[in-house]
């Protein structure tokens, strides 16, 4: 059974800093692409960073590039979001994915989904 499991959320200042984690378990996922999405109350789900199966590849929402970044651990099969200079408007539930292909952006090209984690900032 796959199960992708996020931690590391919660309430947190403007300006302040909290680092996610995804773990994943029920088949190796070395070879695939790892992404975080986020989605705010009211809102669509929508993409925040990509990270290639073998790390060297990440790829960023233009909302959190140069304050946000992914990174991933194979041999403990966990990717990472360490999100800095938060803003009150990074307030969302964070979904980990991972799909078996090259990186997208695209919520319906991702197979595998974990229950999210709350990040809320305040200002």
């Known amino acids: 059974q796959v199960q992708l499991v996020e931690s590391g959320g919660g309430l947190v200042q403007a300006g302040g800093s909290l680092r996610l984690s995804c773990a994943a378990s029920?088949?190796?996922?070395?070879?695939?692409?790892m992404a975080w999405f986020r989605q705010a109350p009211g809102l669509e789900r929508e993409f925040v960073a990509v990270?290639?199966?073998?790390?060297?590849?990440?790829y960023y929402a233009d909302s959190v590039k140069g304050r946000f970044t992914i990174s991933r651990d194979n041999a403990k099969n966990t990717v990472y979001l360490q999100m800095d200079s938060l803003k009150p408007e990074d307030t969302a539930v964070y979904y980990c994915?991972?799909?078996?292909?090259?990186?997208?952006?695209?919520?319906?090209?991702?197979?595998?989904w974990g229950q999210g984690t709350q990040v809320t900032v305040s200002s």
């Open positions: 994915a991972a799909r078996g292909y090259s990186p997208s952006s695209q919520v319906s090209d991702y197979a595998y």
């Open positions: 990270t290639t199966w073998g790390g060297a590849g990440t």
């Open positions: 029920g088949r190796t996922f070395s070879r695939d692409a």
